[in-house]
């Protein structure tokens, strides 16, 4: 299988006058074509941050890529041109926000707003009649009857929004699709069938996919590989195999998971562990989850630790170093 997007050593800052926020950290990553990868964290650890970087719609005036390269389809995407940038977003990387509400617009009806989608990635040069049709079927795609097309956002409801939202990120048939905590505005119960049709789609169209959550339940339920997130780093990555069987883990990844009663319970929501996420202007030296690591070592207060692999499984601790000089 190919890659469709390689990330390599990712470092990203926020800098304002007063401050200098780290948000990524040295992130290393990739993405076969075809597959789902699971990012999960605590708000905070910077998963968004990484997502608005592959789109690149980091806030102009103060985000900033200061390593690294991201690679997707062949394209470098950090030194791409804007006007070709402007191309792959929405056409090739697709994304869906945790609250409908913010991606809709409200004085056009649900229709127009596909069909404004289809419009600006209009290469094939498609009739107002194509495009008509086209919005039909993608209303219906996601369960939305085409007469509904000519109403306004506010006259759907939450999980309806939501599967519009689906529609426009769909609509031009990206290659990627990020979906930054899609279900996490929903009730329980429109949740679970938001998320099967999101999958569903997925595997109908063949999409790539980035699924950003802090549930684990959902990462189980969809996702090929997990990447868990801390201040900024990918502490532990793995298929969802190594991450849900396996039993050597990260700290960090133990505590995620001592937090959970049962993954098949409906209580799948992150717990939060002891203490908080260290502050990102200012990073411990050595490992970043240190302060709050039941384990931590001396080593590990001064030394940042390296990542340790183990086939397709990595960690990033001082512990399994040590086991294997041991
Ligand atoms: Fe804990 Fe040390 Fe491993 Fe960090 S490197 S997670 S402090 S044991």
């Known amino acids: 299988t190919e890659k469709m997007l390689d990330i390599k050593d990712l470092s990203v800052i926020y800098k304002t006058d007063l401050e200098t926020v780290y948000a990524v950290n040295d992130v290393t990553l990739s993405l076969e074509k ?3 990868l699971g990012l999960v964290g605590e708000t905070g650890a910077g998963k968004t941050t990484l997502a608005l970087t592959l789109m690149r719609l980091l806030p102009e005036r103060t985000g900033k890529v200061t390593s690294g390269s991201i690679t997707f389809e062949g394209e470098s995407i950090v030194d791409l041109p804007e006007a070709h940038m402007r191309k792959i977003r929405g056409d090739k990387i697709a994304m869906i926000f945790q609250d409908p509400m913010t991606s809709l617009n409200p004085v056009l009806t649900v229709g127009e707003q596909i069909a404004e989608a289809l419009q600006v990635h209009n290469e094939a040069g498609r009739s107002k009649e194509e495009i008509e049709a086209r919005v039909d079927e993608t209303l219906a795609l996601v369960g939305i009857p085409p007469a509904r097309k000519s109403e306004y956002p506010h006259q759907f409801s939450g999980g309806m929004r939501q599967r519009v939202v689906i529609a426009i990120a769909l609509s031009c048939e990206p290659d990627l699709l990020i ?6 505005a929903l ?23 980035i699924m ?5 339940g959902i990462v189980a339920q969809t996702c090929d590989n997990v990447a868990v997130m801390y201040a900024g780093e990918i502490i532990e990555l793995g298929t969802a195999e190594d991450i849900f069987t396996h039993t050597k883990h990260h700290p960090y990844t133990d505590g995620l ?12 929501r992150l717990q939060p562990i002891a203490g908080l996420m260290p502050d990102p202007t200012n990073l411990p ?42």
Do not use: W
């Not at 009730?187 to 996919?209: C, E, K, N, Y």
């Open 257 to 268: 998971f001592a937090s959970l009663p049962n993954l098949k319970s409906k209580t799948t």
């Open 187 to 209: 009730d329980v119960t429109i949740q679970a069938q938001v998320l099967m049709m999101i999958r569903d789609l997925r595997d109908r169209l063949g999409t790539s996919m």
């Open 285 to 326: 030296k050595g490992c970043k989850f240190a302060p709050r690591c039941g384990k931590c070592m001396e080593i590990c207060k001064e030394v940042p630790p390296e990542v340790y692999t183990d086939g397709t499984h990595s960690i990033r601790c001082h512990l399994f170093h040590q086991e294997k000089e041991d």
């Open 34 to 36: 075809g597959a789902t």
């Open 179 to 184: 979906a930054d905590e899609p279900t996490t």
């Open 212 to 216: 950003i959550t802090h549930d684990l």
